[in-house]
């Protein structure tokens, strides 16, 4: 099981938009890539998508760029993953006929298990773990 760097962009994205909220000035995606480390090129495909599932909503003009839909507490990172992946966990193998009943329970479980661990988290509390200072250690 892999994670994609397309769903770990699309959390840096939400996760940039988020801290900004609730500022009514949108962020352009060359700030947000910036911020974030993601390329922009790539940026935008992913903001697309995300728009596309009514996470974050985009202003056209000079002074345009992207925003919110919702706020940082209504989203979680389920519904990032989903937005860009369909599925927070995919094992397409749960169509496989060969697959014994068994283990597409166990996968079945542990899909599950993931889904709800992610829709648990939502971007107000990595917001929050964003903002909490880091402990320093003296010597």
């Given at each position: 099981?892999?994670?994609?760097i397309?769903?770990?962009?699309a959390?840096?994205a939400?996760e940039a938009?988020?801290l900004h909220?609730?500022?009514t000035?949108?962020?352009?995606?060359?700030?947000?890539?910036?911020?974030?480390a993601?390329?922009?090129?790539y940026?935008?495909q992913?903001?697309?998508?995300?728009?596309s599932k009514?996470?974050?909503r985009?202003?056209?003009g000079k002074?345009g760029?992207?925003?919110?839909?919702?706020?940082?507490d209504?989203?979680t990172?389920?519904?990032?993953l989903r937005?860009?992946?369909?599925d927070?966990l995919?094992f397409?193998?749960?169509?496989?006929p060969?697959?014994?009943?068994e283990?597409?329970?166990?996968w079945r479980?542990?899909q599950?298990?993931a889904?709800e661990?992610?829709?648990?988290?939502t971007?107000?509390q990595?917001?929050?773990?964003?903002?909490?200072p880091?402990?320093?250690y003296?010597?």
């Amino acid at each position: 099981m892999k994670a994609s760097i397309k769903s770990d962009y699309a959390c840096r994205a939400v996760e940039a938009l988020a801290l900004h909220h609730p500022d009514t000035r949108p962020l352009r995606i060359e700030e947000i890539a910036s911020e974030k480390a993601i390329p922009a090129n790539y940026l935008v495909q992913i903001l697309i998508e995300l728009k596309s599932k009514g996470l974050i909503r985009s202003q056209r003009g000079k002074a345009g760029g992207y925003l919110l839909a919702k706020t940082p507490d209504s989203i979680t990172v389920g519904d990032v993953l989903r937005a860009v992946q369909g599925d927070v966990l995919e094992f397409p193998f749960l169509r496989e006929p060969k697959c014994p009943e068994e283990i597409k329970r166990v996968w079945r479980r542990i899909q599950s298990a993931a889904e709800e661990a992610a829709d648990e988290i939502t971007f107000e509390q990595i917001c929050a773990e964003a903002n909490r200072p880091s402990s320093m250690y003296y010597i």
